[in-house]
């Protein structure tokens, strides 16, 4: 099982609709959570650290549930701009490496 | 200058051929990483340092791929007697904690071998 799980997609949203990305975990005692951004042929970017508690930046809303090793993005209002790959990045037991998923494309139209 | 900044951006190699990919970090960042990234797939560790220590390399897929970081500074991914399932783009990230905190990556390499 891979340590860290995504939903390939491609999800395909109209402008202004609200999408959804899951992510599943294997490594209960990963103590980090993050959602990067990458976009076609540049290098990941950080969008949103994930807290215990939900947090949210903008129109983005990151969720973790720890006892089912499961991490969300909600994506609200959606923009031509947020089309791009998103990673669930965790980090190893020991600290030493952010594991990334292979991440879920979004596709926005107008 | 102000990110992570990796040379150079294109290497073609033969294969059979070693090939040296350089990595400078943001000043005073403690932690450096590599990782591999093959398309369509997401990022996939190679090795981390800690300053000048190598404190992980579980991620090197063979011993064809070594990686340094002489003064805890600037570092160097090598890659002897490539073969065609090395290309990739090969990122590099750091971050000024030791863990847990924001992984600013480079550009990347994309080597391809022939």
């Known amino acids: 099982r891979k340590e860290v799980e995504q939903d390939p997609g491609p999800f395909n949203v109209p402008e202004g609709a609200t999408v959804a990305f899951n992510c599943t975990y294997s490594n209960s005692a990963s103590q980090s959570f993050f959602w990067y951004r990458q976009d076609c042929r540049k290098e990941p970017k950080l969008l949103m650290s994930?807290?215990?508690s939900g947090n949210e930046d903008g129109r983005f809303t990151a969720q973790l549930n720890r006892a089912s090793q499961y991490i969300s993005l909600l994506i609200r209002d959606s923009k031509l701009s947020d089309s791009a790959t998103y990673l669930c990045v965790v980090n190893n037991q020991a600290g030493t490496a952010l594991i990334f998923g292979k991440g879920t494309t979004l596709s926005v139209s107008s | 200058g102000a990110g992570v900044s990796q040379s150079p951006r294109y290497k073609v190699a033969k294969r059979g051929q070693d090939v040296a990919l350089r990595c400078d970090p943001i000043?005073?960042?403690?932690?450096l990483f590599w990782y591999q990234q093959a398309l369509g797939q997401g990022p996939e560790f190679l090795t981390y340092f800690q300053n000048e220590a190598q404190l992980d390399k579980s991620g090197l897929p063979s011993d064809r791929f070594f990686a340094e970081r002489p003064e805890g500074s600037v570092s160097t991914l090598k890659i002897q007697r490539t073969q065609q399932e090395d290309s990739a783009v090969y990122l590099c990230?750091?971050?000024?904690?030791?863990?847990?905190?924001?992984?600013?990556f480079g550009q990347g390499t994309r080597l391809t071998v022939v």
């Open positions: 994930v807290y215990s």
């Open positions: 000043s005073g960042h403690v932690s």
């Open positions: 990230a750091s971050s000024q904690g030791q863990r847990n905190t924001e992984a600013f």
